[in-house]
């Protein structure tokens, strides 16, 4: 028989059958999509000595059941409920580290903020507001949108990875806005062999030195060049190559020191500086370079140069290879770039290329007749648009 609460209607029949006592806590069962995937009879603990606040969870239960039957909503239950955007994080962490990513320190940097925003909150409660909320807060830090962009990316792949689980610690994976469209964020600006050559000078250390002009000459990425060992290189045939677990892509490469002087001392000076124990090919008195982000922003500065970065050297390595005739192909596999869309958005042309075509389009314009015939008339009085032109 079913039994009444004040202020709700009467208890069914259904879900008076699906309680019971476990010791002196209330336990309920009933039908539902399991974390499998598949349909069957779940039971549940309701946490509670009180038969009423079962019954209702129960009800709560079955209503969500129904409601992820008929595609109205994703069925929570109660280990998705308690599971927190923490937990999802740290998942993330754990994902990145068993894979190797060479990206894990960046990720951790950019997790912070999205540790401190969303971190206590249950993952079932991220919402659209929500995230609109965390956007309008890093903006009002002054962060970039790009930034906020990367952030929100990771908070997406955390949900993703956990509705990859064999659990499906969550229902499914809340819409992120991307607040940079396209290449809006592609990164501008090139450096001129004068300037780069000035900056060189100013650099304390020939360590420094050398990877800066192996940056500019390949357009390998900064932690590629730290990575280099001497394994990868080949007396013989003058070749230095990147291996696969070493490259950001995951694809090794190799370059060829005869094809440029400059590459060939530099590794000479490093062949000089050879420690025994170290692999590596640049390295500061037998150990890893490290974070030199300040000595070479004062290296600019002592220069007097428009500031700069490291990675700036190789969106010029691949612009000077594209004027030098070099094909995209072989650019590609100089630079490491893995698809055109990338490669194109360090491609980016300057205003002197601007200038350039302009003036090619100028000269061309004044090699013309400047005389030209006057066409036959066609039908119903109309001149041709197409006129023959004369020479002078």
């Given at each position: 028989?079913?039994?009444?609460?004040?202020?709700?209607?009467?208890?069914?029949?259904?879900?008076?059958?699906?309680?019971?006592?476990?010791?002196?806590?209330?336990?309920?069962?009933?039908?539902?999509?399991?974390?499998?995937?598949?349909?069957?009879?779940?039971?549940?603990?309701?946490?509670?000595?009180?038969?009423?606040?079962?019954?209702?969870?129960?009800?709560?239960?079955?209503?969500?059941?129904?409601?992820?039957?008929?595609?109205?909503?994703?069925?929570?239950?109660?280990r998705r409920r308690s599971v927190t955007v923490d937990q999802l994080l740290d998942n993330l962490e754990s994902d990145y580290e068993t894979r190797r990513l060479k990206s894990i320190r960046q990720m951790k940097v950019h997790l912070e903020h999205v540790r401190q925003h969303f971190g206590y909150m249950r993952a079932s409660g991220i919402s659209r507001r929500a995230i609109e909320a965390y956007v309008a807060k890093r903006r009002g830090e002054e962060a970039a949108d790009a930034t906020i962009d990367r952030e929100l990316e990771l908070l997406r792949r955390a949900y993703s990875l956990a509705a990859?689980?064999?659990?499906?610690?969550?229902?499914?994976?809340?819409?992120?806005?991307?607040?940079?469209?396209?290449?809006?964020?592609?990164?501008?600006?090139?450096?001129?062999?004068?300037?780069?050559?000035?900056?060189?000078?100013?650099?304390?250390?020939?360590?420094?030195?050398?990877?800066?002009?192996?940056?500019?000459?390949?357009?390998?990425?900064?932690?590629?060049?730290?990575?280099?060992?001497?394994?990868?290189?080949?007396?013989?045939?003058?070749?230095?190559?990147?291996?696969?677990?070493?490259?950001?892509?995951?694809?090794?490469?190799?370059?060829?020191?005869?094809?440029?002087?400059?590459?060939?001392?530099?590794?000479?000076?490093?062949?000089?500086?050879?420690?025994?124990?170290?692999?590596?090919?640049?390295?500061?008195?037998?150990?890893?370079?490290?974070?030199?982000?300040?000595?070479?922003?004062?290296?600019?500065?002592?220069?007097?140069?428009?500031?700069?970065?490291?990675?700036?050297?190789?969106?010029?390595?691949?612009?000077?290879?594209?004027?030098?005739?070099?094909?995209?192909?072989?650019?590609?596999?100089?630079?490491?770039?893995?698809?055109?869309?990338?490669?194109?958005?360090?491609?980016?042309?300057?205003?002197?290329?601007?200038?350039?075509?302009?003036?090619?389009?100028?000269?061309?314009?004044?090699?013309?007749?400047?005389?030209?015939?006057?066409?036959?008339?066609?039908?119903?009085?109309?001149?041709?648009?197409?006129?023959?032109?004369?020479?002078?």
């Open positions: 028989m079913a039994r009444e609460t004040e202020g709700r209607e009467p208890m069914t029949k259904e879900a008076a059958k699906g309680v019971y006592l476990r010791g002196s806590t209330w336990w309920i069962k009933y039908r539902g999509p399991r974390p499998d995937g598949s349909w069957g009879r779940i039971r549940e603990s309701a946490e509670t000595s009180d038969r009423r606040v079962a019954e209702k969870l129960r009800e709560d239960r079955v209503r969500e059941s129904r409601n992820d039957r008929d595609g109205i909503k994703k069925f929570m239950g109660a990859d689980d064999e659990h499906r610690l969550v229902a499914g994976v809340p819409k992120v806005p991307r607040l940079v469209q396209g290449n809006a964020n592609a990164r501008e600006g090139f450096v001129e062999r004068a300037v780069f050559d000035a900056l060189v000078e100013e650099l304390p250390a020939q360590v420094l030195r050398d990877v800066a002009l192996w940056a500019w000459g390949t357009g390998m990425r900064k932690g590629e060049i730290l990575s280099l060992t001497w394994d990868g290189y080949d007396r013989e045939t003058k070749m230095i190559r990147l291996h696969a677990s070493k490259a950001k892509t995951g694809r090794s490469r190799a370059i060829a020191l005869e094809g440029s002087p400059e590459l060939a001392a530099v590794i000479e000076r490093r062949l000089a500086e050879r420690r025994p124990g170290c692999p590596l090919i640049f390295h500061r008195a037998g150990k890893p370079v490290g974070d030199f982000y300040t000595t070479w922003a004062r290296a600019i500065d002592r220069a007097k140069l428009k500031a700069f970065t490291i990675h700036d050297l190789r969106r010029t390595a691949v612009r000077n290879m594209v004027r030098a005739g070099v094909d995209r192909a072989t650019a590609k596999l100089i630079s490491g770039h893995r698809t055109d869309s990338m490669f194109d958005r360090y491609n980016i042309q300057d205003e002197r290329d601007l200038a350039q075509a302009l003036e090619k389009r100028a000269a061309y314009e004044a090699s013309l007749p400047k005389r030209a015939a006057v066409g036959d008339k066609m039908p119903h009085g109309r001149r041709n648009r197409v006129v023959a032109l004369r020479p002078k």
